[in-house]
């Protein structure tokens, strides 16, 4: 799991611990399975009810990739491309026919068979953007389930509240001190779940994964132009020196630096 990851969730763990711990009362009267279920529950059929199943069903499925260190294959891919490079610029495409299967990425393997297959410029770069507005689609629209999750959350935090009120509110007549004392605490305890859920939780899955999205659009970008390049046969040094320059301005400051050589899947 990555630093930050773990930091921020036992920061999280800690800091509704130690509120709990330091309460004066009892600290069951912080646990209510109806409440979690008018908040999860109504969040969840909320969302299914605007979103559909397939893409809810695929965004908890990524779920757990977003707690774990994200490896990155840009090293990998770039080596493999400036050999592809090279080899088209001396030999042509057809010999690069024979190592395309050992290219790991499937963007960067789909793009240098458009290359070898003779592919135009134009088709080229529409198929490659088209691969990329793919993926800025898909994983927009999960990330746009993780921000409506959070708005939903306290909103059925609060209707919680409005249950336990309405009910504490028509028996106050005939109903004894603990009975009303319940359905108060009830009304409380959902919106704290609501404002918990939203805050905690579905706000910073959403932040973190858009993160890692942007990152993924910019790795996906700078392959594309790569290989567009590939395709116009420039040097090899020369596309090495523009994937560079798009490292220092937009990833990590270190260069570029290994060898023209095919690094194997």
């Given at each position: 799991m990555k630093q930050s990851t773990i930091i921020g969730g036992l920061g999280s763990l800690v800091l509704v611990t130690g509120v709990l711990v330091m309460s004066p009362q009892s600290v069951g009267a912080f646990f209510s399975l109806p409440g979690l279920f008018v908040v999860f529950g109504g969040t969840l059929l909320a969302t299914l009810f605007s979103r559909p199943a397939a893409e809810v069903r695929s965004l908890w499925q990524k779920l757990p990739q977003l707690f774990r260190e994200q490896e990155s294959t840009?090293?990998?891919d770039v080596a493999q491309l400036l050999w592809f490079a090279?080899?088209?610029r001396l030999n042509g495409p057809r010999?690069?026919?024979a190592a395309l299967p050992q290219v790991s990425n499937p963007f960067l393997r789909d793009?240098?068979?458009q290359v070898i297959e003779g592919c135009s410029f134009d088709d080229l770069n529409k198929a490659l953007q088209w691969r990329i507005a793919g993926v800025r689609s898909q994983e927009s629209g999960q990330i746009q389930i993780l921000y409506t999750m959070a708005a939903y959350a306290p909103a059925f935090g609060m209707l919680g509240t409005l249950f336990g009120l309405v009910h504490m509110l028509?028996?106050?007549?005939?109903?004894?001190?603990?009975?009303?004392?319940?359905s108060m605490a009830f009304a409380?305890?959902?919106?704290?779940y609501g404002i918990i859920a939203s805050n905690l939780l579905f706000k910073p899955l959403a932040i973190k994964m858009e993160r890692r999205t942007s990152q993924r659009l910019m790795q996906l970008t700078a392959l594309m132009e790569g290989i567009l390049q590939?395709?116009?046969r420039r040097h090899p040094t020369l596309i090495k020196e523009a994937l560079e320059s798009y490292r220092a301005h937009y990833q990590a400051p270190e260069p570029i630096g290994r060898p023209l050589t095919l690094v194997k899947a």
């Open positions: 840009m090293d990998t090279h080899k088209h010999t690069m026919e793009g240098l068979r028509s028996g106050i007549g005939d109903a004894g001190l603990n009975e009303i004392g319940g409380m305890i959902t919106t704290v590939i395709q116009e």
